[in-house]
């Protein structure tokens, strides 16, 4: 039996992760299934040190933009064993639910964290048929805590380190960063071809 590839893996370097539901389907079905998914996310920062840049459940999948002290793959098995174990149960689900190891790559510039973090944010608003017309109304995404009129309890979210590098005319604020996610701009990384 062949081994899984040890993930390369540096403290403290910002990572996007992201994880599939097998075969792309559905593995959020319903609003609980997806705050379930920030409890286990809150129940791992219990246990281990990290912060997370930006956060979007979809139906199909998620995204992460984690910076972490203690060994990421750890933090992905205890949030993805707790949400697994809690899929299976409620819909008696035999079998995987993902659709393999979650996808996780180094983001090692300041454009690209604050490409990928947009990119984040923007995906309930980027399908065919918008989840919400407005990024602040999506409740299962990081991008409500930086909104300044948002009071967050979400502990895990840093919403600072980000800010240092919005570049002009975007202000290093809170506001700032919520109005350039919100500004048509050209991206400058595709991330069709960042996510290889």
Same mark, same amino acid.
């Given at each position: 039996? +062949?081994?899984? /590839?040890?993930? !390369?893996? #540096?403290?403290?370097? $910002? =990572?996007?992760?992201?994880? &599939?539901?097998?075969? @792309?389907?559905?593995?959020?079905?319903?609003?609980?299934?997806?705050?379930?998914?920030?409890?286990?996310?809150?129940?791992?920062?219990?246990?281990?040190?990290?912060?997370?840049?930006?956060?979007?459940?979809?139906?199909?999948?998620?995204?992460?933009?984690?910076?972490?002290?203690?060994?990421?793959? +750890?933090?992905? /098995?205890?949030? !993805?064993? #707790?949400?697994?174990? $809690? =899929?299976?149960?409620?819909? &008696?689900?035999?079998? @995987?639910?993902?659709?393999?190891?979650?996808?996780?790559?180094?983001?090692?510039?300041?454009?690209?964290?604050?490409?990928?973090?947009?990119?984040?944010?923007?995906?309930?608003?980027?399908?065919?048929?918008?989840?919400?017309?407005?990024?602040?109304?999506?409740?299962?995404?990081?991008?409500?805590?930086?909104?300044?009129?948002?009071?967050?309890?979400?502990?895990?979210?840093?919403?600072?380190?980000?800010?240092?590098?919005?570049?002009?005319?975007?202000?290093?604020?809170?506001?700032?960063?919520?109005?350039?996610?919100?500004?048509?701009?050209?991206?400058?990384?595709?991330?069709?071809?960042?996510?290889?």
């Amino acid at each position: 039996m +062949l081994s899984k /590839r040890k993930r !390369n893996w #540096r403290p403290n370097a $910002y =990572y996007h992760v992201v994880m &599939r539901g097998n075969n @792309r389907q559905n593995i959020f079905s319903s609003e609980e299934d997806m705050y379930h998914l920030m409890r286990c996310i809150s129940h791992a920062a219990e246990r281990y040190r990290f912060a997370l840049i930006a956060f979007c459940i979809m139906t199909n999948h998620f995204h992460l933009l984690i910076r972490s002290e203690d060994d990421l793959s +750890l933090i992905m /098995r205890q949030i !993805n064993r #707790r949400y697994s174990d $809690y =899929y299976s149960k409620r819909y &008696r689900h035999v079998g @995987r639910i993902y659709q393999s190891r979650y996808f996780a790559k180094e983001v090692d510039t300041p454009q690209a964290l604050l490409a990928v973090s947009r990119y984040i944010h923007r995906n309930p608003i980027e399908t065919k048929i918008p989840m919400v017309d407005r990024l602040t109304d999506y409740p299962f995404s990081s991008f409500p805590s930086y909104d300044a009129g948002t009071i967050s309890s979400l502990t895990f979210i840093d919403t600072h380190s980000i800010l240092q590098y919005l570049p002009p005319p975007f202000e290093k604020t809170s506001s700032g960063y919520v109005t350039y996610c919100l500004h048509e701009i050209d991206e400058l990384l595709s991330m069709e071809e960042y996510m290889g």
